[in-house]
């Protein structure tokens, strides 16, 4: 599961995100229908008069049970997948209520809180909070994506073998400003304002609406800043 929050208080933004792995849920079991041997059982009885009924009871038995176990194991799985994804959007729902107590009770103090979570390569998000805040770091994830989508434009301008990859690398890891600083600008061939340009078009592109590059790391923000959500980078 991957977990969002950013903080935005008047006179700055703190951001922290981090993953971490949910207990998962356990899968339903799924029961089905045993049937041992090549016939099945019929209760014994010392009845004679019977004998001849309980013989035809069984060979229809034998006939229809192999239908029966089939159409019922059939209903059952139906029944347990409806019951996983039942269970699935009652744990959005719960997480989602969680989440807001969060903000509520411990981050009372001003400025805007938001929160976003949810399970990696699903759609099924919750969140509090949300909108367009100070991006502060996470700008860089999107800087990264289109540096790969744009890899080897990027790496024309190497001054050695790897560089691009070892800009990334201590961009994301170290969350090196320099690194996405000389990433912007290769992206726009040497022009700041391109390479921004560049990014903000790759996010355009990918649906990551809330997101904006304005200014390199470390710039003065009083033209233009950088801006995603929560939204944005769980969907990321």
């Known amino acids: 599961?991957?977990?969002?929050?950013?903080?935005?208080?008047?006179?700055?933004?703190?951001?922290?995100?981090?993953?971490?792995?949910?207990?998962?849920?356990?899968?339903?079991?799924?029961?089905?229908?045993?049937?041992?041997?090549?016939?099945?059982?019929?209760?014994?009885?010392n009845d004679n008069k019977e004998d001849s009924t309980e013989q035809e009871v069984e060979e229809a038995s034998e006939k229809e049970q192999p239908k029966k176990t089939s159409a019922a194991s059939g209903k059952k799985a139906k029944k347990a997948k409806q019951k996983a994804k039942t269970a699935e959007q009652t744990g959005v729902v719960e997480l989602q209520a969680l989440l807001e107590n969060l903000v509520s009770t411990e981050y009372g103090a001003g400025g805007s809180v938001s929160v976003c979570a949810g399970r990696v390569n699903e759609n099924d998000m919750a969140f509090t909070g949300g909108g367009r805040m100070q991006a502060a770091s996470l700008i860089k994830l999107y800087v990264a994506g289109c540096a790969y989508e744009n890899y080897e434009s990027v790496r024309a301008h190497e001054s050695y073998d790897g560089e691009a990859e070892s800009l990334l690398s201590v961009m994301i890891t170290v969350s090196d400003n320099t690194a996405c600083n000389t990433l912007v600008t290769w992206l726009g061939d040497g022009n700041v304002q391109a390479g921004m340009d560049r990014v903000n078009q790759y996010c355009e592109e990918h649906g990551f609406s809330e997101t904006h590059m304005g200014r390199l790391m470390l710039q003065p923000n009083d033209v233009d800043d950088n801006y995603t959500s929560v939204r944005d980078c769980c969907m990321y």
Not at 12 to 36: H, L, Q, S, T
């Open 1 to 45: 599961m991957v977990v969002i929050l950013m903080i935005e208080a008047a006179a700055a933004a703190g951001i922290a995100v981090w993953k971490y792995r949910m207990k998962e849920r356990p899968e339903p079991v799924k029961k089905e229908a045993v049937i041992e041997g090549d016939k099945v059982a019929s209760p014994k009885t």
